[in-house]
T-cell receptor, first 120, second 110 residues
Framework: GAVVSQHPSRVICKSGTSVKIECRSLDFQATTMFWYRQFPKKSLMLMAT?????????EQGVEKDKFLINHASLTLSTLTVTSAHPEDSSFYIC????????????????FGPGTRLLVL | TQLLEQSPQFLSIQEGENLTVYCNSSSVFSSLQWYRQEPGEGPVLLVTVVTGGEVKKLKRLTFQFGDARKDSSLHITAAQPGDTGLYLCAGPEYGNKLVFGAGTILRVKS
């Protein structure tokens, strides 16, 4: 199946600093990528939809100035957590939509391995 | 917004037992997907069901899509400790987004 990578896998930072997380589709082009946040033993919460060459679409309640998303190429989307605070500590997961494997009734997304962020 | 209700939320069973996880909605979905996630990792796609009434098998896992495409189930036969993890159902929503169920934490004890 399609492979999606994330970097870094885990990061520890001081409060007030910014952290950038990369999401790459390794063997396919992804015009659309998604960023999720997940709390321990809970399901995934969609934060935003990242579209190549255009602005990201944020879900209600997600601060776009806090979580900056850039989708500069068909294989790379980045999420920057600006001025991070302890409450931003979480597991962040990206997914990429494989357009070639997606037909009208079948939505195929492949997930990255996640990034564990700890803000001290 | 379409909702997916997943049950049970938590399941702890002995090795060798069978179990079923349910995913229900009042809305019709064009397809439903099942994922398995281990701690500290991203979800891994197990299967996508597309046709109402469809049954797919993946070794000891059997997935079924309801006739009306509003519900799905995952049945595991003779569970093993390696089946332990978080199981998620998900379905496509508008804007190419996926809506997820709340998840089922499965623990299989040896």
């Amino acid at each position: 199946g399609a492979v999606v990578s994330q970097h870094p896998s885990r990061v520890i930072c001081k409060s007030g600093t910014s952290v950038k997380i990369e999401c790459r589709s390794l063997d396919f082009q992804a015009t659309t990528m998604f960023w999720y946040r997940q709390f321990p033993k809970k399901s995934l919460m969609l934060m935003a939809t990242s579209n190549e060459g255009s602005k990201a679409t944020y879900e209600q309640g997600v601060e776009k100035d806090k979580f900056l998303i850039n989708h500069a190429s068909l294989t790379l989307s980045t999420l920057t957590v600006t001025s991070a605070h302890p409450e931003d500590s979480s597991f962040y997961i990206c997914s990429a939509r494989d357009y070639q494997r997606t037909s009208g009734r079948q939505e195929t997304q492949y997930f990255g391995p996640g990034t564990r962020l700890l803000v001290l | 917004t379409q909702l997916l209700e997943q049950s049970p939320q938590f399941l702890s069973i002995q090795e060798g037992e069978n179990l079923t996880v349910y995913c229900n909605s009042s809305s019709v979905f064009s397809s439903l997907q099942w994922y398995r996630q281990e701690p500290g990792e991203g979800p891994v796609l197990l299967v996508t069901v597309v046709t109402g009434g469809e049954v797919k098998k993946l070794k000891r896992l059997t997935f079924q899509f309801g006739d009306a495409r509003k519900d799905s189930s995952l049945h595991i036969t003779a569970a093993q400790p390696g089946d332990t993890g978080l199981y998620l159902c998900a379905g496509p929503e508008y804007g190419n987004k996926l809506v997820f169920g709340a998840g089922t934490i499965l623990r299989v004890k040896s």
